[in-house]
């Protein structure tokens, strides 16, 4: 079987090529990313000699590398993506790019050229926007709150309209905060842990009292 991993050099994409290539012989995997803030090689340096495992440098919004790279595969899991909510409020025109030029690249893709493949797209419950009691589920109203959430929301909105109109096969996983080994260290708990080491004042975002999910 070969799959297509799309940003699997940053922080979740790097884990689940180790766990693929761990649980499953019989998968090849292709992985490219960009090489754009939040991936890095030396996450998985260590496979390069691996030969399930290849690595391409390349945009997901290139159209003609990704039709190329897209026709052999029997599924594609979508980690690629501007990830981080202050940078999408200072500079909201890059999130456009991957987050949502990149989806719908994919998409006619697999439209054009591989139509069998499933397709899995890795979102965030951010899409949900701002909870003030209880919880979010499956079925909660998508209501973006910030510039990153709106262009994950509307790389979702794409790929439940690819699936319904041209029926591809394809999922949405909107997954809450995560963290773990090669994470970056720009967030929460990495930044915690680093700044605690190193004696230095750890930021407290309001009034300190927020609640949130980690797994």
Sequence with gaps: MKLLVTGGLGFIGSNFIRLILHEHDDIHILNIDDLRLGSNPENLRDLNENPRYEFCRGDIADEKLIAGLIKDAHAIVNFAAETHVDRSIARPE????SNVQGVFNLLEALRHHNSSARFVQISTDEVYGDILKGSFTEESTV?????????KAAGDVFVQAYARTYG???????????????QF????????ILRAKRGLRIPIYGTGENVRDWI
């Design 143 to 151: 209501k973006p709150s910030s510039p990153y959430s709106a262009s």
């Design 168 to 182: 591809l096969i394809a999922m949405i996983t909107r997954c809450t905060n995560n963290y773990g080994p090669y």
């Design 185 to 192: 260290p720009e967030k929460l708990i990495p930044k915690t």
């Design 94 to 97: 890059s999130f456009l790019h």
